[in-house]
Structure formats: structure tokens, C-alpha cells
């Protein structure tokens, strides 16, 4: 069973931290937005429900089951369409709930925060960032961390990835911190010209993969170069 634990970023920030994935709550004038909902072994609506009383609308950075795990536990949720088929596919053998449309450039004001929909195909097909353009800083689910990005298996591409960060490095100006899924909380914005370059050289070859580390499929092997790191066959 997950143990909740949160960390209160800002005022009506907090990320709720659970053992390897986190999701973020932010609080606004009238509602509450909580972004991911994790493994789903523990009942995360109660959990944030002593947090704020607020309505609690749900947006999914993308598909992933420890991203996902707790969506039957809320009324209101959102997922790029792009994600649609991979979430179908990737949940087959499991119950999976209705998602709503949200689209690149949807605005969700909050009135205390006010975050953009950005669309960042590559480690999923449909996965976003949030960008907090007064405050300065993007909430970017996995594809912007230091930990091992996975980039194995149907749906993972990394030319698109590639893109993605090509996309962010011309927004650069616009947030200034990074808010991630998964180990360090905090990355610096230019993480995103490691993540690019380190993609490049994976993709031409210029990356010796370590095998291994993965115990459910040893082909799987850890590239790692320019700091970040990605799961890749």
C-alpha cells in the first residue's frame, strides 16, 4: 500500500510524493488541479481531500500505469487525445475510465495559477507539460528529468522526443525551473539542452548502452551521456 507524503512547494503548491512518482496539487480560487494520479495502491482522492476541500479536476501528463493508477478514484479527467490509443492499449487487461479531450494551447486558469497544455510526443504519443508562464516554470511529467527516462516498447520514439526538446529549447525564456515525475523534484530549465543532445547521440550510435539494470527484460539497456539518462533497446 502507498504512503502519501507531501511537500509544500508554494502557497497552494504541493507535490504529493508516493515512494517513486509524484503527483502535483495546486490550489486555485474555486477549484483544485491535480496532475497524475500515481500507481493507484492507495486512496489518493481522501488522501487530497485533507489537503483541500476544494472540486478536484484531473489532468494526465500522459499514459503510463504509475502515472494513471488512480484515475477511477476522480470524476473530472483530462488527457491529450494523442494518448487515447496508448492508454487503450497499454491498460488492456485492466479496467480503463473515460477521458476527456485536452489539447495543446488549452489555457487553465486557476486564477492564482494559470498553466498552458504542451504537447511533447516521444516518450509517450500524447505527452504534455504544464507552463506556468507568469510564475516561470513547467510541470513536465517524465519527459524532462534527471532519472532514467524509459524509451523502450510500442509508443516510444525517440525522433519525437528529439522534436520535443528542440520545441522547449525555443521557449527557454519562458520558465526558468522544471517540476518532475520522478527523482529530483527540482531540474533547472536547461535540462532540456542535455535531453536534446543526449537524444541526438543515442539515436546516431554515439552511446555505449549498459545492460541489465532492468530485471523484468534484460534487453533493456541504460544509455547515459550529458548528464541524463534514457531506458532504450
Known sequence: MINYNTIKIAQGFY?????FVRSFLIEGDREALLIDTGVGDGNLKEYI???TKLPVTVIFTHADGDHVGGAGQFERRFMHPGEFDYYKNKHENRVTVSMEPIWEGDIINLGSYCFEIILLPGHTPGSIALLEREKHFLIGGDSIQTGKIYMFG??????????????LQGMLREFDTVYASH???????DTVNQLYAG???VMENKVTGKPGELSFDSNIKCYETDGIAFYAY
Not at 15 to 19: F, G, K
Not at 154 to 163: K, L
Not at 183 to 189: F, T
Open 15 to 19: 507535490s504529493i510524493e508516493q515512494d
Open 49 to 51: 481531500e485533507q489537503i
Open 183 to 189: 527523482d529530483a523534484l527540482l531540474v533547472p530549465a
Open 154 to 167: 510500442n509508443g516510444r520514439n525517440f525522433e519525437a522526443f528529439r522534436a520535443s526538446m528542440k520545441k
Open 199 to 201: 537524444a541526438g547521440k
